[in-house]
């Protein structure tokens, strides 16, 4: 079941040279199960303290008398931020150690979850749920790196196991959220409940953190003198494809998120129904999200796959325009299984980079501007849907933007580094 090393035979990867913060080596072992560990536990966050605001969003408002325009920034923060501060996490990471980064990440998110839930002030709700997703803005960039640092020889497993815990967070904290705050009276349980699991995920990350500053206070001017070149994905045609592809699936994924419900509720079911439906896409993204990262590790071009998952997606959404009510359960599958582009990309990410450091900035570029790209998709198909009073517009649009999105994946398919590009 272990991928191999490289993603093409014809394409030889040299040796994995690790380089965190400050040239500090590591060796691709170090931590082993407690790496592990704590990746798996930050990405189970990564999507939490999205999810439960979106689904209290309505009581969140009453409570704090939120405006429309302030709930729409509320609803526009996590991409916004997910760009701006994925942008500067390479600078953080050449700074400091990644262990003391998730610490202290982790941490932003647990105070962020927390304050968030006890203001009274809708001010103080909107900064403090930035301090939060400033958090997993930085994780969101540095798991890929820790991937290739610790793990290089297991990128498609290790990479499946974190994305199916952040898929699996994801459906937990939307699923659960309402009956949280129902069962305590009070929609700040249903919110605030998930500093707890924020928290945790610190802990693996302390000692991991205590063994890299010893290492640091150790480190020879030899070993940061061999710090590789600056790589520099925004004046390559391969991270421009990788932002695109990236920028593409999340518009698709984050427009699902927000409209799905409501489409189906125009189709006649039940708000509860619509809402399963929709907890249905993600749910049954996990086993993709599982399987995913290994099939591409193992594939000599990755055409199949982005060719395979174009298809999934195109019938899903010509189903919802023409029979949304009759075959949902069918959509739905179609679109779950369409929605494994973001656990390929993912994956891709990875394995077009030879090194730590060129994963990290090819994470960051390919992360922060996909994200700028990503949010005007609940944005424009609301405004689509607003001025049509109806559904063929906008998922001619998500159509649209699935053809840049295969051009791009079609760009990136073919085996190569960041580091060789020019």
């Known amino acids: 079941m272990t991928p191999p090393p490289t993603p093409a035979a014809t394409v030889p990867a040299p040796p994995v040279t690790p380089t965190p913060a400050g040239g500090r080596t590591v060796g691709p072992a170090r931590g082993g199960l407690l790496v592990l560990?704590?990746?798996?536990?930050?990405?189970?966050?990564?999507?939490?303290?999205?999810?439960?605001?979106?689904?209290?969003?309505?009581?969140?408002?009453?409570?704090?008398?939120?405006?429309?325009?302030?709930?729409?920034?509320?609803?526009?923060?996590?991409?916004?931020?997910?760009?701006?501060?994925?942008?500067?996490?390479?600078?953080?990471?050449?700074?400091?150690?990644?262990?003391?980064?998730?610490?202290l990440a982790m941490l932003a998110l647990t105070v962020g979850q927390v304050l968030r839930a006890v203001t009274d002030s809708a001010a103080v709700f909107v900064l403090t749920s930035a301090l939060a997703l400033a958090g997993i803005a930085v994780a969101n960039i540095m798991l890929p790196m820790l991937v290739k640092q610790h793990f290089p020889h297991r990128t498609g497993l290790v990479t499946g196991a974190y994305?199916?815990?952040?898929?699996?967070?994801?459906?937990?904290?939307?699923?659960?959220?309402?009956?949280?705050?129902?069962?305590?009276?009070?929609?700040?349980?249903?919110?605030?409940?998930?500093?707890?699991?924020?928290?945790?995920?610190?802990?693996?990350?302390?000692?991991?953190?205590?063994?890299?500053?010893?290492?640091?206070?150790?480190?020879?001017?030899?070993?940061?003198?061999?710090?590789?070149?600056?790589?520099?994905?925004?004046?390559?045609?391969?991270?421009?494809?990788?932002?695109?592809?990236?920028?593409?699936?999340?518009?698709?994924?984050?427009?699902?998120?927000?409209?799905?419900?409501?489409?189906?509720?125009?189709?006649?079911?039940?708000?509860?129904?619509?809402?399963?439906?929709?907890?249905?896409?993600?749910?049954?993204?996990?086993?993709?999200?599982?399987?995913?990262?290994?099939?591409?590790?193992?594939?000599?071009?990755?055409?199949?796959?982005?060719?395979?998952?174009?298809?999934?997606?195109?019938?899903?959404?010509?189903?919802?325009?023409?029979?949304?009510?009759?075959?949902?359960?069918?959509?739905?599958?179609?679109?779950?299984?369409?929605?494994?582009?973001f656990p390929l990309i993912l994956t891709t990410i990875g394995l077009r980079a030879r090194t730590a450091e060129g994963t990290v900035a090819l994470s960051a570029f390919a992360q922060s501007t996909g994200y700028v790209i990503a949010a005007l998709g609940p944005l424009l198909v609301g405004i689509l849907y607003e001025a049509t009073g109806g559904w063929t517009a906008p998922i001619g649009f998500l159509l649209g933007a699935l053809v840049v999105q295969t051009a791009a994946g079609m760009a990136i398919a073919r085996p190569r580094y960041i580091e060789d590009e020019r």
Not at 61 to 67: E, N, T
Not at 94 to 102: E, G, H, I, Y
């Open 37 to 103: 560990a704590g990746m798996l536990l930050v990405a189970l966050n990564l999507r939490a303290a999205v999810t439960s605001l979106g689904a209290l969003l309505d009581e969140i408002r009453v409570g704090l008398g939120l405006s429309g325009a302030m709930a729409g920034l509320v609803t526009t923060l996590p991409t916004v931020a997910f760009a701006a501060l994925g942008a500067l996490t390479p600078w953080l990471v050449r700074r400091w150690a990644a262990p003391r980064l998730l610490v």
């Open 163 to 341: 994305t199916m815990a952040l898929t699996v967070g994801t459906t937990v904290a939307a699923a659960s959220a309402v009956p949280v705050a129902h069962a305590f009276g009070s929609w700040r349980a249903g919110l605030g409940i998930w500093a707890g699991l924020a928290a945790l995920a610190v802990l693996p990350w302390v000692p991991l953190a205590l063994r890299a500053r010893a290492a640091r206070r150790t480190a020879t001017a030899t070993t940061v003198a061999a710090a590789p070149r600056r790589v520099q994905p925004a004046r390559t045609r391969l991270g421009w494809a990788m932002a695109l592809y990236f920028g593409a699936q999340s518009l698709s994924g984050y427009a699902i998120m927000g409209w799905l419900a409501q489409l189906f509720r125009d189709a006649g079911y039940r708000p509860e129904t619509a809402g399963l439906l929709l907890a249905g896409v993600t749910a049954l993204g996990v086993p993709v999200a599982l399987m995913m990262p290994t099939l591409a590790g193992r594939l000599a071009t990755l055409r199949p796959l982005v060719l395979t998952l174009t298809a999934f997606s195109t019938a899903a959404y010509v189903g919802l325009a023409l029979a949304p009510r009759g075959l949902a359960p069918l959509w739905v599958l179609l679109l779950a299984l369409g929605q494994g582009a």
